[in-house]
């Protein structure tokens, strides 16, 4: 099993570009969460998905910020014009139905943004 | 609280020694609770999880404890190793799906 798979590792742009982060949850997984992490605020849900359908999306923090998944097997999150404040590790989890009591969320490797 | 700070807390400790790192929780009715661990470049991974009719549970070197009395909750690992090095977050449900992290501690192992 390959785990849940990141694209791209690093990402540097500049301001004002648009960037698109692409994420590929574990096969049979019918959860998928998209995290920032940053050494201000730690580790923030950003948005989740059940069976591909955007279920709570509150902690998008701007109209700029937007996430997709078209199938099971693929989800993206753009920033659309980038900020530098929007430089922080993203990251893609999957559980297999999402119950924070008993599924795992599984994490991938995570996309290091730099908006300069 | 959330997971907020601007200094993680540093715990370093010399390999072969135990570890203990704690976390402090906030809302009683808080029933289950997951401790994960971070290297560095890597996202979090999942290590141990207690449900709350339980004071302790054991894994291979890790036991947890909860003291619902206290709201408290620790990681202990035994014979503390160099691959041990990481940042370890205790999480609790929000809700049916959302995830609370921890600030977060940082384990530095001496060798």
């Known amino acids: 099993d390959a785990g849940v798979i990141q694209s791209p590792r690093h990402e540097v742009t500049e301001m004002g570009q648009e960037v698109t982060l692409r994420c590929k949850p574990i096969?049979?997984?019918?959860?998928l969460f998209w995290y920032r992490q940053t050494m201000m605020r730690g580790l923030e849900l950003l948005i989740y998905f059940n069976n591909n359908v955007p279920i709570d999306d509150s902690g998008m923090p701007e109209d700029r910020f937007s996430a997709k998944m078209p199938n099971a097997s693929f989800s993206t999150l753009k920033i659309q014009p980038s900020e530098p404040r929007d430089s922080a590790v993203y990251f893609c989890?999957?559980?297999?139905?999402?119950?924070?009591?008993?599924?795992?969320?599984?994490f991938g490797p995570g996309t290091r943004l730099t908006v300069l | 609280g959330e997971s907020v700070g601007l200094h993680l807390p540093t715990l370093s400790v010399q390999e072969g020694d135990n570890s203990i790192i704690n976390c402090a929780y906030s809302?009683?009715?808080?029933?289950?609770f997951i401790w994960y661990k971070q290297e560095s470049g890597k996202g979090p991974q999942f290590i141990i999880d207690i449900r709350s009719n339980m004071d302790k549970r054991q894994g291979q070197r890790v036991t947890v404890l909860l003291n619902k009395t206290v709201k408290h909750l620790s990681l202990q690992i035994a014979a503390t190793q160099p691959g041990d090095s990481a940042v370890y977050f205790c999480a609790y449900p929000r809700g049916y799906q959302k995830v609370t992290f921890g600030t977060g501690t940082k384990l530095q192992v001496i060798p």
């Open positions: 989890a999957s559980s297999f139905s999402g119950r924070a009591r008993s599924d795992t969320q599984y």
């Open positions: 096969s049979g997984h019918n959860s």
């Open positions: 809302n009683s009715a808080s029933d289950y």
